[in-house]
């Protein structure tokens, strides 16, 4: 396994790999890595010639007042797993590499309407930050492929939108969402649960897979199935943001079959967030 500190030992490496008409594949981590993240190191091994995992805790993703200084980093262990699993190109880049310019001034890109509601609204400039970091990374690797989770369902969607739109040559991947074995999802996150909270936490899995459920067996009555399970959260000591049954491509009001339930919800220190596609009928 290779490792990079700067963009352009990591360009010169990768245009040999290039040379050679070799796919590369790129998976954007902050690091911190679970089984979740190995799953899509995975994932971009079965598909791709070489695989680039960067790890980089982006600070302007991060909204005022968030876990930027106390997100986890546990760069040592992050590195022993991906030698584990044969990871070929790993990317550290530190703050001056990424953010050479003051991040005030920075060049910015938006990706509008999916990037102010849901995550967007509780988290503003949060997918601003998102956008601005996987473009710069996508500019710095130049991959086939790039990975990214469906925990993140919207920013999956943010990072589809900004592909599109400026006409990226970057095929985008989702991997399902890997959970623990009483279903709450993995993220980085999960740490800061207490122990009490740890054992509540899957009920958030298991509420919108109730309505998922409920929507497969005819349910249209979507206004009360969102408060019925929002309520519910809230009586177990959850803080929801928001509970939402959408259209799985806009994130508006559903107008076709292909729904997606997205929610974010408190629980203590840790903001989880959770999604199940589903499909309704007629
Ligand atoms: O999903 C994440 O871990 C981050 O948002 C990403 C895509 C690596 C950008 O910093």
Redesign the pocket.
């Known amino acids: 396994m290779q490792e990079f500190l700067t963009i352009v030992s990591l360009r010169e490496s990768l245009a040999k790999i290039r040379r050679a008409d070799k796919k590369i594949a790129l998976v954007?981590?902050?690091g911190n890595l679970h089984a979740g993240h190995l799953t899509l190191v995975k994932q971009a091994q079965e598909i791709a010639d070489a695989v680039v995992v960067s790890i980089?805790v982006?600070p302007t993703?991060f909204v005022e007042g968030e876990d930027f200084d106390s997100y986890p980093r546990t760069l040592e262990a992050d590195l022993e797993y991906l030698k584990q699993i044969n990871t070929d190109l790993v990317f550290i880049p530190d703050m001056k590499e990424i953010y050479p310019e003051n991040i005030q001034i920075t060049t910015e890109v938006i990706v509008p309407e999916l990037d102010s509601v849901y995550c967007g609204e509780y988290r503003p400039g949060h997918f601003k930050g998102?956008a601005t970091?996987?473009t710069t990374l996508f500019n710095i690797v130049q991959p086939d492929i790039a990975i990214?989770?469906e925990k993140?369902y919207q920013?999956l969607l943010v990072i589809r939108s900004l592909v599109k739109n400026l006409n990226l040559p970057i095929h985008i991947m989702g991997s399902p969402t890997l959970r623990e074995s009483d279903g709450l999802a993995m993220s980085s996150r999960n740490k800061y649960l207490s122990e009490t909270e740890r054992l509540q936490a899957p009920l958030l899995y298991k509420s919108i897979k109730k309505m998922a459920t409920s929507i497969e067996k005819g349910n249209k009555d979507y206004k009360s199935l969102q408060k019925e399970a929002f309520s519910s959260l809230k009586d177990a000591g959850f803080k929801p943001e928001y509970l939402n049954i959408c259209d799985s491509k806009t994130l508006k009001k559903p107008i076709n079959q292909e729904l997606v339930i997205l929610a974010a919800a408190w629980l203590g220190k840790a903001r989880l967030i959770d999604n199940v596609a589903v499909q309704s009928y007629d």
């Open positions: 954007p981590t902050m980089f982006n993703q998102v970091i996987v990214f989770g993140d920013q």
